[in-house]
């Protein structure tokens, strides 16, 4: 029976090949659209899952206390004390980590040199998480202070092979390292990424802020693993117990917890110390539009389908006739739905290999399908069935339903509300769904650019940054002359931090006239040298720049705006501020720039004066040079002071349009597949004009006959379906007005939802489904009369 119902599926396919060409390239762009976003879902939800049981792997964060016992911010920072306390003091912990957060270090082959990603680690990390040792053992790769382990990338880099088991890499110009171990490469949804791990003893050794058990820098992570019968709740009021017991508790005390490492990437916000969400909403909204894409190819499958109801209808019923039962029938349409179905899925998949470099290099990822994982296979195979027992369901139950009487007699009639209402509701579903990513991307585009063109607060045009490694921290004044008299840079400064920057928040400050004990609010601090507003170009409401000229500004401030409002300062130049336990006075008030998100107000900030904190070289460019001449000089001269580290310059504006990756990802993918949306749409509606035109075949040519115009008859057909299009616009606008209204209110800074976004969504649908139903309907009011007539 099913070979039988295959040959006739086949030999259907191959005599309407138009309608069979329209379902395959409609499944096939929903399938291949469908598939190209359930692959970033999969890459978005499995960040951080690579850990052995990483449901039992815990990140230690910190809650930041504020005003009336609230939680002012949570992070994943936390201080060199707390992992050795965990481990001593509770039972359910297998295993504690102490890592740093990782930066760019220079690791060097002879002159084989690179700036890579580093971290280090204690010993643990290898039982935690699952590396894949190409040379070396885990158990003993860091047990050696001078030791270092390679992803199997950054041993060819710089060997050219992943032989390399014992032999020397020198880390920073300073220390020889010995490799102890090489891995496979990190994949890239792992926030916990490296190309060299080194070990936490030596980590010791280089930075004594690591050594020093302290619970004040809150400079470090701290990773958990739990036994898998734990409860964390009870192992969380266990920490706060500790936590209170060891050190002293005082208003800026700050509580640890632990929480999933593996759910901060999509449910990492917080508020009031709770976990509210976060990225998962932009990955529950890329699921909606997964599924709702698929559905509309779906629908264009049924509503073809249906349209050719009339060349089948004699089929039906002669099988009827002659003892055919009806689902005998529904398994033979179900058939036909899966043969086109798997040729879809063929043509998706080539469509899917085509199209995922380009869509990689727009979201700056590397996706891709591996056809020897079963898994995939799995999924694939999963959305194939349910694709096509879907597409085919509705076509199968309708034309199975057929009297044969009225099939034999060509009088196929459409009886009750499911036959007529369905379809459309189904297209009005369709365009619904349209309409609303049309107006989701126009607001989603409206406020990158509103937040683009909102002035981060100085001039970001010619600055540029390098990090000051290795000769740079002792010989900037030397670095500096040598530049300004190059003319590439008309001023710079060092500082602590880059312009851009996250971290380096505090609270140990306190003021005169202050109202309460302790300070409960979150400051930011920068160190700098000379010249820093000079360079920024941040503009100065109050005072002045540090000067040479001046001796006392060794412990002068400058003072954001609103870092004035919170002193209550009404004249704020010379007051005094405690920072540290140090005293120090304000001798300039700047306006408030955007150092941190631009969708939010950031912190206070205050910048003093330490030429010892080093970390960045801002420089301000001489207009009067081209760029490149510019660069070029820059690059030459730091290489003359620096001749261990490759130069590396970073435009300052390229840092801020960074901040804008998340919406840009989620307006890229609304557009894209909006587009889509529109275009699979379109075909389902071109399909449900064709089946009208059928059914109407005979009243179109008689009123030909009686003197019917072309446009007459355009207007009868197509004035059905432009109803359905507006009753879509009137039911899809309050909807769009009410979810992005809301999406706008996650922002602190967002653009409103203008007036005009409804009618050009609505406009731009008309006239698509426009120009899609007068192409069928032109072409059957064209068509002879005699033709429409001649089977009577």
């Avoid at 469908?34 to 910190?62: G, H, I, P």
């Avoid at 880059?498 to 109202?515: E, I, Q, T």
Wanted: hydrophobic share 45%.
């Amino acid at each position: 029976m099913f070979k039988l119902n295959l040959k006739i599926a086949l030999r259907n396919l191959w005599k309407n090949k138009i309608s069979s060409l329209i379902n395959v390239i409609g499944l096939a762009i929903g399938l291949a659209a469908c598939l190209m976003l359930l692959l970033y879902v999969s890459y978005e939800w499995n960040f951080d899952k690579q850990a052995r049981n990483y449901e039992n792997v815990y990140m230690a964060m910190t809650n930041v206390p504020g005003d009336n016992n609230k939680i002012n911010a949570t992070f994943n920072g936390s201080t060199t004390a707390l992992g050795p306390l965990l481990k001593q003091n509770l039972p359910e912990v297998k295993y504690v980590v102490r890592m740093d957060y990782g930066k760019k270090s220079l690791i060097a082959n002879g002159q084989n040199s690179y700036k890579k990603n580093s971290k280090f680690a204690e010993p643990d990390i290898l039982k935690m998480y699952d590396y894949k040792f190409i040379a070396g053992d885990a158990t003993t790769a860091l047990n050696n202070p001078l030791s270092v382990i390679l992803t199997e990338s950054t041993a060819k880099t710089l060997f050219g092979t992943t032989d390399v088991l014992n032999k020397s890499v020198r880390y920073q110009d300073k220390e020889n390292l010995i490799v102890t171990g090489v891995i496979r490469d990190l994949p890239e949804n792992s926030s916990n990424r490296f190309d060299f791990l080194m070990p936490w003893s030596f980590y010791e050794i280089v930075d004594e802020s690591a050594k020093s058990l302290n619970w004040t820098n809150y400079s470090f992570v701290t990773i958990v693993t739990l036994a898998a019968d734990a409860n964390v709740d009870l192992v969380n009021r266990k920490i706060e117990a500790l936590v209170k017991a060891n050190t002293e508790q005082n208003g800026q005390s700050q509580p640890n917890f632990l929480y999933q490492a593996s759910k901060l990437h999509l449910f990492g916000k917080f508020e009031n110390g709770k976990a509210v969400g976060g990225d998962i909403e932009q990955i529950y909204l890329f699921v909606g539009l997964a599924i709702g894409i698929l559905l509309i190819a779906c629908i264009n499958f049924m509503n073809m389908a249906t349209a050719k109801s009339e060349k089948r209808a004699k089929e039906v019923g002669i099988k009827k006739t002659i003892g055919a039962n009806r689902s005998s029938l529904i398994f033979q349409f179900l058939t036909e739905s899966m043969v086109l179905t798997l040729i879809a899925v063929i043509l998706a998949i080539a469509l899917l290999e085509v199209c995922l470099p380009a869509f990689n290099h727009l979201l700056n990822i590397n996706l891709g399908i591996s056809y020897f994982n079963l898994p995939s296979w799995i999924g694939i195979l999963g959305i194939v069935t349910a694709t096509g027992l879907i597409a085919g369901s509705y076509p199968a139950f309708y034309l199975s339903s057929f009297n044969p009487i009225q099939t034999l007699k060509r009088k196929i009639t459409a009886n009750g509300f499911l036959n007529i209402s369905l379809r459309q509701v189904l297209v009005v579903g369709q365009f619904c769904f349209a309409i609303i990513l049309i107006i989701s991307t126009l607001v989603i585009y409206r406020q990158i650019q509103y937040i683009k063109n909102k002035p981060v607060g100085f001039d970001v045009n010619t600055l540029v940054e390098i990090p000051q490694d290795g000769e740079l921290k002792t010989k900037f004044d030397l670095f500096k002359t040598e530049l300004l008299k190059s003319g590439a840079v008309t001023s710079m400064y060092q500082s602590s931090v880059s312009l851009s920057h996250r971290g380096r928040n505090f609270m140990d400050v306190a003021w005169d006239g202050m109202n309460k004990p302790e300070n409960t609010v979150m400051f930011n601090q920068v160190a700098t040298t000379y010249d820093f507003i000079k360079t920024n170009g941040i503009k100065l409401l109050q005072g002045r720049d540090f000067s040479k000229n001046f001796a006392s500004d060794t412990s002068g401030l400058l003072v954001s705006a609103s870092e004035v409002k919170v002193f209550g300062y009404k004249n704020p130049i010379g007051k005094r501020v405690k920072i540290f336990g140090a005293n120090a006075y304000i001798i300039g008030v700047f306006d408030d720039y955007v150092w941190d998100s631009p969708y939010k107000s950031n912190n206070p900030q205050v910048v003093f004066l330490n030429p010892a904190q080093t970390g960045t070289i801002t420089m301000r460019l001489n207009n009067q040079n081209s760029l490149q001449s510019n660069v070029e000089t820059i690059n030459k001269i730091t290489k003359v002071f620096n001749p261990a580290y490759p130069a590396e310059i970073t435009f300052i504006n390229s840092l801020y349009q960074d901040k804008y990756k998340s919406e840009k990802t989620l307006g890229i993918l609304s557009n894209l597949f909006g587009g889509l949306a529109i275009f699979v749409s379109c075909l389902g509606l071109f399909g449900l004009v064709t089946y009208s035109a059928e059914q109407r075949t005979k009243e179109f040519g008689i009123r030909k006959v009686l003197g019917a115009s072309v446009a007459n008859l355009m207007q009868l057909l197509s004035f059905s379906f432009i109803k359905m299009i507006i009753v879509a616009i009137i039911i899809a606008s309050p909807i769009s007005y009410f979810a992005m209204g809301k999406w706008l209110s996650n922002f602190e800074f967002h653009t409103e939802f203008s007036w005009w976004i409804i009618p050009v969504s609505a406009v731009t649908t008309l006239t698509i489904a426009v120009l899609t139903v007068s192409f069928q309907a032109y072409k059957t009011a064209k068509a002879n009369p005699v033709n429409a007539l001649k089977y009577e």
